[in-house]
């Protein structure tokens, strides 16, 4: 996959018992679904689980001698459905991607999934992006667990509980007939660990036998009146098996003294800030040890109600700690104890905040104030009575910049939004949707394309109600992943089925770029177990879309805006596609740079371009960044009284794509840039040619310098 | 300054926790860092935690790397996920705004933090776009990180590593081995970076230079000197420099503050034309001068001499072409580009000349006949507007550019520079107006000069916005507070590019003038 190897993670996988395994979150649950006995395991990557997939994808020997099978789905939905395998089959199966969009997209297959119910352990593995670094709208992946009734993990966030969730996770779907999530949040993926390995178990049922040997029981399809019986059977039957197999298998956890006047509830994911906070307060020692009883939620859904009611017997006040609103848990629990008629108080929400990341100094704050409410007692002098100011720190707020992600140096996607950004300024602005993915860095700052996003390869769908046409067109963003992904059928077949008057740019950059550089159907690589280089513009003609132009090299600027022009004035009616295509430059030089490297140690002729900036030429209206925002296109700030402001400069991190030409060309900047090109090993004849050259511009510049007064250096 | 924490923590193993963070900018290398510490941490008998936030933050944008360690001894330590405010032990910034992002967060706390910042920038977006000077602070980054951190290390590590031909992690990972903030000696780092097995020389390297960069501070990186004047350097035929020197000595001869400037402002009007350019210069400065004294700071005067000069030596095409095709500049590029013996350098220069370039560069007369004339300038689009790549390496393009440049006895007939010295004359004309009413406000009208700069489009717009600000300035030239509103006019103009926030500076004034 992609230009990156995973190889040296693959042999993790072939640990065995006895040995230590050290490593990543993500890869240890990928070794856990090895160490259970998974029979098939699909997915869309994504952070934060990306990895899981990745390394699969390239452990196809180990999985070949294991009898795994393993898919990386065209979406989420086509994973969802994948575990159907699992439906009548005793057969265990794991599936991951990123929460809740993962969820979202896989919600049919899931809720289909659930009612129906499973035989074979099923585990959906969903990567929680929720908190800082997040790339995604901020839901909870926990509701559609609760809608569906799928019972959700939520482990503590270290390599051994992870591990243990993998395995007891399986035994619970098989236990209750009902599919688990387990949800593992972003830090959690990409903490590293130890646990101790078992071996590698092959599936008792390999999906080849069982296709070998079908069944099928008509009880289990999704249709009246057995639809019905589900329902009942969801509360009569699996909801009970699921409570008698957490309690007796103590998958919630107990830690600190059993009396004590008050208690927390967390989830498990939350189990290790918590333990900081009260480190902090003097509350807990260095492992863990705690004054406070917890009760810890590794399954956060469904709650299991005596459990819970033992715990709060003797307590006055309990603190329900729940990142992620709305507060699901503390609402069950309140009614529990309102049904059951105690006096426990319930805090929660309110002295914590309902919404954002609970982070260190959210916890440290609303759990001291919890216990100044609740036990004043516990609270460490220092806390009632500081007696120390803390130093005034200046406040950086109005000096600190916001970096927020970018298109990286190079990226082949710049030139289009330059070019976007040019066509506007001539034709004014458009309604411009986005889509997800590295081209949605487009709609910030300097380009500002694009004013919205409705999900993964929905960009020209966005643009649905205002494609019947008008004074202007609409455009519509849309990446290679998203087409693949679901935008050939919901965008393209949308606007092709409804002729809609609009414009849509598939940003083809060779990969599923942003998620890390995975193939796709059009990828230009050939992949020996997926069927790449499949052109976009015929799936597109396939559709009966007849006015498609495809653009090999993005970086022309001046082409771009063309095409563009053309798209949005034609008098053609219908849809108008342009594939825009160049490949990711962070996969290409991956790829290249050794390469490269490797040709100029073996004397062969090489060609290094990068770009520069002539400063005296330079006036530092800064035009060429508004167009760019390439990270090795910076300011310098001049040393010349003179000047006022700080100048382009292109640092050695340049690429040589050469957007920066492009873009002074086509927006007339100025003239500025040029490009450098380095050649190495040039042919005897070349440098012959060139010493000539050299000599007679060396005389003309002496020449010429002999008549003038030279003031030193400038240049 | 060793200040008490601020929560006791009764079980003394907890101070065995060191707390390690790093706030990097994507492509720095984070997670090689991070890794290399993990595994120091592990070879050295402790227990170690790292995570990251990884995902599209690593496209350009920040990333936090967390990492905490304990003496591994007696059971497993709980760890943090994240770093928390107040509770950081060793911040890591790989770059100076990313100092005072972690500053802001909290993660620096004179009790107990150990900044190790490197002070290169890599600017933002919103920093790069801004017409004018938009680049933050990093003055006032550092000042806070001397009152924010118990001990502050800073170096231009990225710079230390860049000479070692490695990457900012490797510096870094040196200087927190000088830092001494972990309990580990510097053969342990040093190990950590063979067993990372990768580019392992060129890391040693700069590893090294991260420690004495780090040993040696801020001072290792030196400011660059002023630049000394224009004296120095000066070359060419005895003739010319007998004229030079004469008027070089009577631009020294000018007030000191005035002197300052009218150095390198005559250096810079002779060098685009000539010597009688030169003279011209001066006699415009004497007029200035004529009308500004000592107690006022010479300010009109020093304004007059960089404004003026900036003025005169306008973008034209000779002006592009014979800096193109000076030896220094070659020279200068073959060095950046680390062109070596055995290696040739190709040079491509990106034009696109406009009409208006073309047409100003015809004799004043006939030039504006074709800018009066449309279908004059739709001919001239037509031969000539397009972009033109030059590969001014080879003799064709060269010598077109050299003759291009060797045009100076031509300019001054040229409509072009007709025009600029109309629009001089005008500029000059109006801040002396203001002059005997305000002297500060002609001070203000003089900078205001700044405003003009770049090529075709946005050259017309530059100009547009001096004109606005100057009829902005006129609306309350004969208010008190004027000089401030012609101060505050420009610097709106310098924000943005269509000028939004001068348009609506224009509008307040128009509210009450």
Redesign the interface.
Known sequence: MAERSFKAEVEHLRKGAGETF?GEGILAITKALLENGVGYVGGYQG??ISHLMDVLADAEELLGELGVRFEANANEAAAGAMLAASVHYPIRGAITFKGPVGVNVASDALANLASGGVTGGALIIVGE?YG????IMQERTHAFAMKSQMWLLDPR??LPSIVKAVGHGFELSEASNTPVMLTV????C????SFECKDNRAPTLPVAEALANPRSDFKRVVLPPYSFVHEHEKIDVRWPAAEKYIRDNQLNEFFGPEKSKIGFVLQGGM???V??AL????L?????NTDIPLYVLNVAYPLVKDEFLEFCEGKESILVIEEGQPEFIEQTLTTYLYRAGSKVQVEGKGILPMAGEY???VL?DSITAYLKKAAPDMV????RA?N?E?????D??K???????????GCPERPIFAAIKLVQKELGKHQIAGDIG?HL?GS???FEVGGQTMGYGLGPAGNGAFEGGGKKRSIAMVGDGGFWHNGLSSSFTNMAFNKADAVAVVVDNYYSA?TGGQDIMSSRAKNPTKATNNPISKALEGIGIKWVRQIDRTYDV?HMRNVLREALTTPEKGPKVIVASSECMLNKQRREKPLTAKAIKDGRRV?TP?F?V?E??C?????C??LS?C?S???K?L????R???VASID?SCVGCGNC??V????????S??????????SAM??RI?KW?DG???W???R???????????? | MNAPLSHKTPDARLQGIIKLAILAVGGQGGGVLTNWIEDLARANGYAAQATSVAGVAQRTGATVYYIEMAPAAGGVPIFSLMPAAGDVDVMIAAEMMEAGRSIMRGFVTPDRTTLIASTHRSLAVSEKMVPGNGIASADEVMAAAEIAARRFIAANFDQVAVKQGSVISASIFGALAASGALPFPRSAFEDAIRAGGKGVEASLRAFNAGFDAAVNGVQSEAAPAPKPMAKAAVSGPARLKTEWDRLAARAAALPGPVAEMALPGLEKVVDFQDLAYGTEYLDRLDKVLAQDRAENGWALGREAAKYIANALCYDDIIRVADRKTRAARFARIKGEMKVKDGTLMQLTEYFHPQAAEISGMMPAAMGARWQADPAKMARLTRWFDKGRRLRSDSLTAYVMLYVLGGMKGWRRKTLRHQQEQTHLHRWLETALSYRAANYDLAVEVLRCRRLVKGYSDTHSRGLSKFDRVLDGIALVANRADAADWARRLREAALKDEDGTDLDGAIQTIRSFA
């Open positions: 050290t952070a934060p992006d800082e670094g997040s790339s966030p270290n949040r972003i830090r959690a990409h903490v590293t660990g189990y290790n800030n333990i900081r480190q902090r307060l003097g807990a020692d260095i492992f863990g982070t260190g100094q440290l460490p002098a220092m806390v500081p120390q803390a130093p005034q720190i200046p950086l707020s000096v600190v910049p916001i970096r927020p992600p970018g298109f990286c140096t590295c860095f910030l700052p300097p942003a001046t060609e990068r520069g002539d005296d030429i006036t530092g209206d800064h035009a960044m508004r925002g990270p296109l910076g300011l700030v040393d010349d009284p003179l006022d402001d700080p050695q030409g492009e002074a060309d086509a927006a007339v900047l100025c003239p840039f040029y490009e450098a090109r380095v050649v190495h090993n040039p070349e440098t060139a050259r007679i511009i060396g003309l510049q002496a010429r310098a002999a008549r003038r007064l030279n003031f030193g250096e400038a240049a």
